[in-house]
């Protein structure tokens, strides 16, 4: 069974760093692109950006370049997404999902809340 | 603001037909193909239709999608309590070199 399992809620400050985790299982992990997908509260759904584990082949979104990071650690199937100075405006809750193919995602994570405030 | 336009709201009774429309562009929906997604309230996003009228396993066949042209539309036909979620379409965008998402319609069974 495919399944995403998420890391838990946050609660930072602004200017504080996170790294939130997507732990994929049931599946060749090297052979899928996984996404991040952004959902503000009350709002729509917007991708981050995207990353190839069988060649770290990473893509960003150009709204979220250069304020967010999307790693990956092979070793334990599992992707990452971090922050090195967070704002206010990064509230929301965040998913990883499975890109199956044609821009495709077929399985979601439960997501994952982050939430900013001083 | 969204690429893809959708209307913020639709509704219908019970056993009713709801279509729910969904506006793009040449560079995204119109060269490539669409999917749609069915978020219940409080959970994630659930893939509903991919390539612009195929079902996952496990959907039910009240379901169904279209496309034409640069427009695409998703349609429940026999609305179900159930059903009451927000959905998403989404593309391909060869200009934006990237996945664009509808804005979103949320369905209400009266």
């Known amino acids: 069974e495919v399944q995403l399992v998420q890391s838990g809620a946050e609660a930072k400050k602004p200017g504080e760093s996170l790294k939130i985790s997507c732990k994929a299982s049931?599946?060749?992990?090297?052979?899928?692109?996984i996404g991040w997908v952004r959902q503000m509260p009350g709002k729509g759904l917007e991708l981050v950006g995207m990353?190839?584990?069988?060649?770290?082949?990473?893509r960003y979104t150009p709204s979220f370049e250069g304020h967010v990071v999307i790693s990956l650690d092979n070793s334990v199937d599992t992707a990452y997404l971090q922050w090195t100075s967070l704002k206010a405006s990064d509230t929301a809750m965040y998913y990883c999902?499975?890109?199956?193919?044609?821009?495709?995602?077929?399985?979601w994570g439960q997501g994952t809340l982050v939430s900013v405030s001083s | 603001q969204s690429v893809l336009t959708q209307p913020p709201s639709a509704s219908g009774t019970p056993g009713q037909r709801v279509t729910i429309s969904c506006s793009g562009a040449?560079?995204?929906?119109?060269?490539?193909?669409v999917h749609w997604y069915q978020q219940l309230p409080g959970t994630a996003p659930k893939a509903l239709i991919f390539t612009n009228n195929q079902r996952p396993s496990g959907v039910p066949d009240r379901f169904s999608g279209s496309k034409s042209g640069a427009s695409a539309s998703l349609v429940i036909s026999g609305l179900q309590s159930d059903d009451e979620a927000d959905y998403y379409c989404?593309?391909?965008?060869?200009?934006?070199?990237?996945?664009?998402f509808g804005s979103g319609t949320k369905v209400t069974v009266l």
């Open positions: 999902a499975r890109h199956w193919g044609g821009s495709f995602y077929d399985y």
């Open positions: 990353v190839y584990p069988y060649d770290s082949d990473t």
């Open positions: 040449s560079s995204n929906i119109g060269r490539n193909p």
């Open positions: 989404a593309a391909w965008d060869d200009s934006l070199n990237g996945d664009v």
């Open positions: 049931g599946y060749s992990f090297a052979n899928y692109w």
